[in-house]
């Protein structure tokens, strides 16, 4: 049973920088896509980044530049570093995991673990 747990999210500034971390469950990044996406009131769910087993990334396009998606495969922490906020990023944030056992893409497909997600809040 895959496991997702966030923290670090909070209220911050336009402009500021906050780092999302995501605990998983042991030994999954390296059979699992890994993602983090967002959800603002009264909006659909947003997949925001994602990576793959290997370390290849994808961003949607708002984000790019602005944030960084990574893992540490020895602490089994994924991470969303996030810079140059805006309001527009405000959202609860989650933390999703997805089989990969034949190693396709992790971008623009459905995701079967999620987090109980952590609130971003840029003023």
């Known amino acids: 049973h895959v496991q997702l747990v966030e923290s670090g999210g909070g209220s911050v500034q336009a402009g500021g920088s906050l780092r999302l971390s995501c605990a998983a469950s042991?030994?999954?990044?390296?059979?699992?896509?890994m993602g983090w996406f967002r959800q603002a009131p009264g909006k659909e769910r947003e997949e925001v980044a994602t990576?793959?087993?290997?370390?290849?990334?994808s961003y949607t396009d708002s984000v790019k530049g602005r944030f960084a998606i990574s893992k540490d495969n020895s602490k089994n922490t994924l991470y969303l570093q996030m810079n140059s906020l805006r309001p527009e990023d405000t959202a609860m944030y989650y933390c999703?995991?997805?089989?990969?056992?034949?190693?396709?893409?992790?971008?623009?497909?459905?995701?079967?673990?999620w987090g109980q997600g952590t609130q971003v809040t840029v003023s």
């Open positions: 990576i793959d087993s290997k370390g290849s990334t």
């Open positions: 042991g030994g999954i990044f390296s059979t699992h896509c």
């Open positions: 999703a995991a997805r089989p990969n056992w034949f190693r396709s893409r992790c971008y623009n497909v459905p995701y079967n673990y």
